[in-house]
Protein backbone atom coordinates (compact mmCIF):
# COMPACT_ATOMS: atom_id res chain seq x y z
CA UNK A 1 0.00 0.00 0.00
CA UNK A 2 1.26 3.65 -1.00
CA UNK A 3 -0.35 7.05 0.70
CA UNK A 4 0.49 9.88 -0.67
CA UNK A 5 -0.36 13.45 0.81
CA UNK A 6 -0.43 16.70 -1.32
CA UNK A 7 -0.33 19.03 1.74
CA UNK A 8 -1.66 22.25 1.28
CA UNK A 9 -1.74 25.38 2.86
CA UNK A 10 -5.72 25.04 3.60
CA UNK A 11 -6.32 21.24 2.32
CA UNK A 12 -4.69 17.96 1.65
CA UNK A 13 -5.82 15.74 -0.86
CA UNK A 14 -4.90 11.93 -0.06
CA UNK A 15 -4.59 9.41 -2.69
CA UNK A 16 -4.23 5.25 -0.93
CA UNK A 17 -3.00 2.60 -3.48
CA UNK A 18 -3.59 -0.58 -2.90
CA UNK A 19 -3.82 -3.72 -5.34
CA UNK A 20 -3.97 -1.23 -8.36
CA UNK A 21 -7.20 0.48 -6.60
CA UNK A 22 -6.99 4.19 -5.76
CA UNK A 23 -8.86 5.65 -2.97
CA UNK A 24 -9.20 9.40 -2.54
CA UNK A 25 -9.95 11.77 0.46
CA UNK A 26 -9.92 15.46 1.63
CA UNK A 27 -8.41 17.09 4.95
CA UNK A 28 -6.93 20.39 6.34
CA UNK A 29 -3.76 21.12 5.17
CA UNK A 30 -0.86 22.82 7.02
CA UNK A 31 1.81 25.46 5.94
CA UNK A 32 4.57 24.21 7.98
CA UNK A 33 6.28 28.15 8.25
CA UNK A 34 3.31 28.97 10.54
CA UNK A 35 2.67 25.03 12.01
CA UNK A 36 3.85 21.95 12.89
CA UNK A 37 3.66 18.60 11.87
CA UNK A 38 2.47 16.72 14.90
CA UNK A 39 -0.63 19.23 15.38
CA UNK A 40 -1.27 18.45 11.75
CA UNK A 41 -1.19 14.69 11.94
CA UNK A 42 -3.32 15.01 15.09
CA UNK A 43 -6.15 16.85 13.85
CA UNK A 44 -6.14 14.43 10.37
CA UNK A 45 -5.69 11.32 12.65
CA UNK A 46 -9.26 9.36 12.43
CA UNK A 47 -8.77 10.00 8.33
CA UNK A 48 -5.59 8.39 7.96
CA UNK A 49 -5.39 6.30 10.87
CA UNK A 50 -7.04 2.78 8.24
CA UNK A 51 -3.78 3.76 6.62
CA UNK A 52 -1.00 3.73 9.30
CA UNK A 53 0.33 0.33 7.63
CA UNK A 54 1.41 1.66 4.52
CA UNK A 55 4.53 0.20 2.94
CA UNK A 56 5.40 3.93 1.71
CA UNK A 57 3.93 6.99 2.52
CA UNK A 58 4.96 10.31 0.11
CA UNK A 59 4.05 13.67 1.67
CA UNK A 60 4.19 17.01 0.01
CA UNK A 61 4.21 20.08 2.23
CA UNK A 62 3.81 23.78 1.71
CA UNK A 63 5.78 25.44 3.82
CA UNK A 64 8.58 22.36 4.15
CA UNK A 65 12.12 24.36 4.86
CA UNK A 66 15.27 22.30 2.90
CA UNK A 67 17.20 21.90 5.81
CA UNK A 68 18.47 18.86 6.95
CA UNK A 69 17.62 19.13 10.75
CA UNK A 70 14.32 20.55 9.71
CA UNK A 71 13.30 17.35 7.34
CA UNK A 72 14.70 14.64 9.86
CA UNK A 73 12.21 16.21 12.31
CA UNK A 74 9.92 15.95 10.20
CA UNK A 75 9.97 12.69 9.21
CA UNK A 76 10.34 11.60 13.23
CA UNK A 77 7.19 13.11 13.69
CA UNK A 78 5.33 11.60 11.03
CA UNK A 79 7.07 8.23 11.75
CA UNK A 80 5.19 8.42 14.86
CA UNK A 81 2.11 7.59 13.44
CA UNK A 82 3.46 5.27 10.80
CA UNK A 83 5.58 2.86 12.80
CA UNK A 84 6.76 0.60 10.22
CA UNK A 85 6.21 2.89 6.91
CA UNK A 86 9.17 4.13 4.41
CA UNK A 87 8.64 7.84 4.72
CA UNK A 88 9.51 10.84 2.18
CA UNK A 89 8.42 14.36 2.14
CA UNK A 90 9.23 16.87 -0.11
CA UNK A 91 7.85 20.46 -0.79
CA UNK A 92 4.76 21.42 -2.92
CA UNK A 93 7.61 22.34 -5.59
CA UNK A 94 8.70 19.20 -6.54
CA UNK A 95 4.83 17.97 -6.17
CA UNK A 96 4.33 20.45 -8.93
CA UNK A 97 7.04 19.26 -11.10
CA UNK A 98 6.86 15.20 -10.69
CA UNK A 99 3.03 15.37 -11.18
CA UNK A 100 3.38 17.48 -14.33
CA UNK A 101 6.23 16.93 -15.76
CA UNK A 102 6.98 13.35 -14.46
CA UNK A 103 10.99 12.26 -15.02
CA UNK A 104 10.71 15.05 -18.12
CA UNK A 105 12.86 18.51 -17.56
CA UNK A 106 11.21 21.77 -17.57
CA UNK A 107 10.07 24.75 -15.72
CA UNK A 108 6.63 24.36 -13.45
CA UNK A 109 4.89 27.29 -11.33
CA UNK A 110 2.36 27.22 -8.64
CA UNK A 111 0.33 29.67 -8.76
CA UNK A 112 -2.37 29.49 -5.58
CA UNK A 113 -2.74 31.45 -2.66
CA UNK A 114 1.33 32.35 -3.44
CA UNK A 115 3.55 31.72 -6.04
CA UNK A 116 6.55 29.61 -7.33
CA UNK A 117 8.13 28.64 -10.44
CA UNK A 118 11.22 26.63 -11.13
CA UNK A 119 13.32 24.45 -12.87
CA UNK A 120 13.00 20.84 -13.00
CA UNK A 121 15.79 18.47 -13.99
CA UNK A 122 13.68 15.41 -14.50
CA UNK A 123 14.88 14.12 -10.47
CA UNK A 124 15.19 17.49 -8.55
CA UNK A 125 14.41 21.38 -8.58
CA UNK A 126 17.48 22.61 -9.98
CA UNK A 127 17.06 26.24 -10.36
CA UNK A 128 14.47 28.42 -7.87
CA UNK A 129 13.26 31.67 -8.54
CA UNK A 130 13.07 34.07 -5.96
CA UNK A 131 9.26 34.95 -5.14
CA UNK A 132 9.96 36.73 -2.44
CA UNK A 133 6.72 35.74 -0.48
CA UNK A 134 3.76 37.95 -0.42
CA UNK A 135 4.48 41.30 1.09
CA UNK A 136 7.95 41.81 -1.45
CA UNK A 137 6.85 39.45 -4.71
CA UNK A 138 4.49 36.48 -5.34
CA UNK A 139 3.22 38.20 -8.59
CA UNK A 140 0.19 36.10 -9.90
CA UNK A 141 -0.83 34.14 -6.46
CA UNK A 142 -3.91 35.04 -5.00
CA UNK A 143 -2.70 37.22 -2.50
CA UNK A 144 -1.25 39.55 -5.16
CA UNK A 145 -4.57 39.69 -7.02
CA UNK A 146 -6.44 40.63 -3.64
CA UNK A 147 -3.77 43.09 -2.66
CA UNK A 148 -4.37 44.71 -5.69
CA UNK A 149 -8.37 44.61 -5.67
CA UNK A 150 -8.20 46.13 -2.20
CA UNK A 151 -5.60 49.05 -2.90
CA UNK A 152 -7.92 50.45 -5.43
CA UNK A 153 -10.84 49.50 -3.10
CA UNK A 154 -8.78 51.90 0.01
CA UNK A 155 -7.51 54.67 -2.58
CA UNK A 156 -11.81 55.01 -4.25
CA UNK A 157 -10.34 53.75 -7.43
CA UNK A 158 -12.67 50.56 -8.69
CA UNK A 159 -15.48 51.24 -10.85
CA UNK A 160 -18.86 52.27 -8.87
CA UNK A 161 -20.79 49.36 -9.80
CA UNK A 162 -17.46 47.06 -8.93
CA UNK A 163 -17.17 48.81 -5.58
CA UNK A 164 -20.74 48.79 -4.73
CA UNK A 165 -21.14 45.02 -5.18
CA UNK A 166 -17.72 44.48 -3.35
CA UNK A 167 -19.34 46.22 -0.23
CA UNK A 168 -22.43 44.22 -0.41
CA UNK A 169 -19.97 41.48 -0.60
CA UNK A 170 -17.86 42.18 1.91
CA UNK A 171 -19.22 45.02 4.43
CA UNK A 172 -15.56 45.85 5.40
CA UNK A 173 -14.40 49.51 6.78
CA UNK A 174 -10.63 50.43 6.51
CA UNK A 175 -10.11 49.55 10.55
CA UNK A 176 -11.25 45.78 9.48
CA UNK A 177 -9.70 45.34 6.54
CA UNK A 178 -5.88 47.34 7.75
CA UNK A 179 -5.92 44.40 10.94
CA UNK A 180 -6.48 41.97 8.75
CA UNK A 181 -3.85 42.74 6.46
CA UNK A 182 -1.61 42.99 8.83
CA UNK A 183 -2.37 40.38 10.40
CA UNK A 184 1.00 37.91 10.27
CA UNK A 185 -0.42 34.88 10.85
CA UNK A 186 -3.51 34.89 8.48
CA UNK A 187 -3.03 38.36 5.97
CA UNK A 188 -1.93 35.97 2.93
CA UNK A 189 -5.23 34.05 3.59
CA UNK A 190 -7.39 36.93 3.86
CA UNK A 191 -6.08 38.32 0.53
CA UNK A 192 -6.47 35.28 -1.24
CA UNK A 193 -9.58 35.05 -0.21
CA UNK A 194 -11.14 38.09 -2.34
CA UNK A 195 -10.29 36.25 -5.70
CA UNK A 196 -13.23 34.58 -5.89
CA UNK A 197 -15.29 37.85 -6.14
CA UNK A 198 -12.87 38.73 -9.24
CA UNK A 199 -13.66 35.61 -10.55
CA UNK A 200 -17.70 35.98 -10.16
CA UNK A 201 -16.96 39.36 -11.92
CA UNK A 202 -15.05 38.40 -14.76
CA UNK A 203 -17.15 39.69 -17.32
CA UNK A 204 -16.29 43.09 -15.81
CA UNK A 205 -13.18 44.75 -17.44
CA UNK A 206 -11.96 45.94 -14.63
CA UNK A 207 -11.30 42.37 -13.19
CA UNK A 208 -10.71 40.75 -16.08
CA UNK A 209 -7.93 43.72 -16.47
CA UNK A 210 -6.54 43.03 -12.98
CA UNK A 211 -5.91 39.50 -13.20
CA UNK A 212 -4.26 39.73 -16.62
CA UNK A 213 -1.98 42.41 -15.54
CA UNK A 214 -1.40 40.06 -12.48
CA UNK A 215 -0.26 37.71 -14.48
CA UNK A 216 2.06 39.67 -17.00
CA UNK A 217 3.61 40.86 -13.45
CA UNK A 218 4.25 37.34 -12.61
CA UNK A 219 5.97 36.75 -16.19
CA UNK A 220 8.29 40.06 -15.75
CA UNK A 221 8.84 39.05 -12.51
CA UNK A 222 9.85 35.04 -12.97
CA UNK A 223 10.69 34.60 -16.35
CA UNK A 224 11.75 37.34 -18.30
CA UNK A 225 15.63 36.94 -17.69
CA UNK A 226 15.43 32.72 -17.98
CA UNK A 227 15.89 31.12 -21.41
CA UNK A 228 12.08 29.38 -21.23
CA UNK A 229 12.80 27.59 -24.54
CA UNK A 230 10.59 25.03 -23.22
CA UNK A 231 6.60 25.32 -21.83
CA UNK A 232 6.03 26.27 -18.62
CA UNK A 233 3.48 23.92 -16.78
CA UNK A 234 1.36 25.38 -13.98
CA UNK A 235 -0.56 23.95 -10.96
CA UNK A 236 -2.86 25.79 -8.50
CA UNK A 237 -6.06 27.03 -7.87
CA UNK A 238 -5.46 30.72 -9.29
CA UNK A 239 -3.77 28.97 -12.50
CA UNK A 240 -6.82 26.37 -12.89
CA UNK A 241 -9.52 29.25 -12.49
CA UNK A 242 -8.24 31.62 -14.75
CA UNK A 243 -6.27 29.93 -17.01
CA UNK A 244 -7.71 31.32 -20.38
CA UNK A 245 -6.11 34.59 -19.06
CA UNK A 246 -2.95 33.14 -17.94
CA UNK A 247 -2.76 31.71 -21.49
CA UNK A 248 -3.56 35.14 -22.94
CA UNK A 249 -0.39 36.70 -21.20
CA UNK A 250 1.78 34.18 -21.85
CA UNK A 251 1.16 34.47 -25.43
CA UNK A 252 2.12 38.30 -25.32
CA UNK A 253 5.14 37.28 -23.42
CA UNK A 254 5.92 34.85 -25.88
CA UNK A 255 5.80 32.18 -23.74
CA UNK A 256 4.34 28.35 -24.22
CA UNK A 257 2.19 27.23 -21.68
CA UNK A 258 2.35 22.89 -21.15
CA UNK A 259 -0.34 21.47 -18.74
CA UNK A 260 -2.44 23.55 -16.22
CA UNK A 261 -3.84 21.85 -12.89
CA UNK A 262 -5.74 22.65 -9.87
CA UNK A 263 -3.88 20.07 -8.37
CA UNK A 264 -0.65 18.10 -8.91
CA UNK A 265 -2.39 14.95 -6.86
CA UNK A 266 -3.20 12.93 -10.11
CA UNK A 267 0.23 13.54 -11.86
CA UNK A 268 1.58 12.40 -8.58
CA UNK A 269 -0.16 8.97 -8.57
CA UNK A 270 1.25 8.35 -11.72
CA UNK A 271 4.57 8.94 -10.56
CA UNK A 272 4.72 7.06 -7.59
CA UNK A 273 2.82 4.50 -9.44
CA UNK A 274 5.05 3.65 -12.12
CA UNK A 275 7.52 3.12 -9.39
CA UNK A 276 5.92 0.16 -7.46
Not at 100 to 107: D, P, T, V
Not at 187 to 192: C, P, R, T, V, Y
Request: net charge positive; hydrophobic share 40%.
Amino acid sequence: MILIGEVGGSSTEWRVIEDSVIRQFKTIGVNLIHDSVSSFLKKVHKSIAPYTHADQVFMYFAGLVDVKSRRRSVINEIQKVFPTSKIEIENDLLAAARGALQERSGWVGILGTGANFAFYNGRLIDQRIATLGYILGDEGSGAYMGKKLLTDFGRNRLPADIENKFRRAYKMDEPTLLAKVYDPTGAKSFLAGFTPFLHQHMDHSYCKQLVYQSFLDHFNAMAVNYDLSSSVSYTGSIAFNFSNLLIEAAKIMRITIGTITATPIEGLVTFHNTKI
